[in-house]
Structures are given as C-alpha cells and as structure tokens.
C-alpha cells in the first residue's frame, strides 16, 4: 500500500499532462511512497506515449473510460488506488516539491479529514487568471470548510482518506461542475473533519483569455446550481445565502490587494465574475425548474 495516490483525470491535453508529471518528478516524497494514476475521460488524443515517459520516476498508470467528466474519472482513479490517502490535482496545475510531505504532515495531525491545500497562480501578469486566484483567494480567506458549512476544498489540492471517499459514495458524477463544493458539503453533513495545510501549495498554469475567464465563471455558476439541486435531491440542508456586504468586500478586494490600475483591473475583473456565475447560476436553475440561489 501506498502513503497517496495521486490522481488526475485529463481530456486531450497532452502537453499540460506532460507538464505535471514533470513536476511530480521533483516531489520531495519517496517515491516508493505514492503512485499516480491518469484517468483520460475519453479524451481524442494518445497519452501512452506522455505517461509511460515518466514510469521510471514513479509508479504511475493510465486509465481510460468514455467521456463521463472529470466526477467520474476521479471516482474510476480512487477505485483503482492502492493508497491510504487519495491526493487530487488537475492537468493545469504544478504541484510544489513539499506538496505531498505538507499533506501528509497536516494529514498525522487529523487523519480522517478532508485536506486542502494552498493554490497560487503562475502567470500574475495575466490579469484573468490572477481575478481567478484572488476569488480563490478570498473564498480561503472568507468562506473555508473548516468554518463554515457549505464551503469547500477544490479538487485541484484535495486531499481524503480513500476508504472513508468511497463509503461516503466518492463525488456525485451527475454534476460537472460543483462535485467538490457537494462532496465537502455531504462530508460536513455526516460529520467529517477538515484541516487546511496552507504549505501544500499548486500553481494552477493556465493563462485565461477575457472570453474564457467569463465563460469559465459562468460554467462555475450553473455548477452552483447543479450542487444546491443535489443538496435537495440528497435531503440534505439548503446552504444559506452571503450577504450583501460579503459580495461588497469581494469586489473591492482587487484594489484592496494591488494599487494603481491594476487593483481597478481586477476588482472589475471580480464583478464580471459575478456577474457571469450569477448568469450560470440562473439559466442552470431554470433550465431545472428549481429554485436559484447563490453562495
């Protein structure tokens, strides 16, 4: 049995996948202590070829299933795990060295939590991107699982006991959006522990164009509705609302967090992100007949 086993599910990206492995080579982690396994969600490019290049640095397997999203490849990679610990990234994101030690250090403190871990962004110069991070940011900051139910761990650095993931029912594969807010929520609901490992640090590596970055939040808002329909399906609690002035202080958290033209750039940047997810949020709530509501 493995410490962790680190799964990533992938859809025809075979450069940023490559990109990843690279970084799992520099973990400061035995590697007889981890495996990864790759689950490409019917993907239309080869990834034999990008994964078994780096079967000498680790154990590392590729699996593939029809496209299912990304709930149902990271369900397929925790089934097959031989870890203890299921450790979660995404194609898109650089993993530091210390990622695994930092996890599994806050892991021996509280070894049934849900773990999570800090992200930070590669590329600051792109003003999209960094929006993207200091909503992420703000969310740590103002809204984290270990405060507050309804909360969550993203599953680009997540990390879970496997057995307890799959008696829990592993991520609800009818969302594509919203599994990890749904699965930290039911995890809350039965009770579980959360433990924030601020040193377990992911670069997410993907610059956004204006297009994407709307698109991107807006996918995020139906994602919103999807999760508050599954609390309702499941019988579990509503998650209330935020207020007014949580939303007031998001949106001056840009020029709050950078001066000059640059903090104006991103606390515009919140708004349209706002302005999209509530836009997802609403045409994901209709298209369901269900009621909406927001974070």
Known sequence: MYDFSIITPTYGRAASLARLMRSLTRLDYPSEGFEVIVVDDGGPIPLEETVSAFGNEFHVRLLRQENRGPAAARNYGAREAAGRYLAFTDD????????????????????????????????????????????????????????????????????????????????????????????????????????????????????????EFIHLHYLYGGGTAAFRRACKRKGMKSVGFSSPWWYLRLLLYGVKREPGWRGVALSLLLAGSQAANLAGLIRGALAAGAPCGVA
């Open 92 to 211: 898109d994101c650089l993993p530091d060295p210390d990622w695994l030690r930092e996890l599994d250090r806050a892991l021996q403190k509280t070894p049934a939590a849900v773990c999570g871990g800090r992200t930070t962004n590669l590329y600051p110069t792109n003003l999209p991107a960094e929006a993207t991070q200091l909503l992420m940011d703000y969310l740590y900051q103002n809204y984290s699982p270990t405060q507050r139910a309804g909360a969550f761990f993203p599953t680009h650095n997540l990390s879970v006991p496997r057995d307890e993931f799959l008696a829990l029912g592993g991520f609800d594969e009818q969302l594509r959006f919203g599994e990890d807010r749904e699965f930290c929520y039911r995890w809350h609901s039965r009770g579980g522990l959360f433990v924030y490992a601020p040193r377990a640090t992911v670069q997410h590596a993907r610059r956004l164009s204006l297009r």
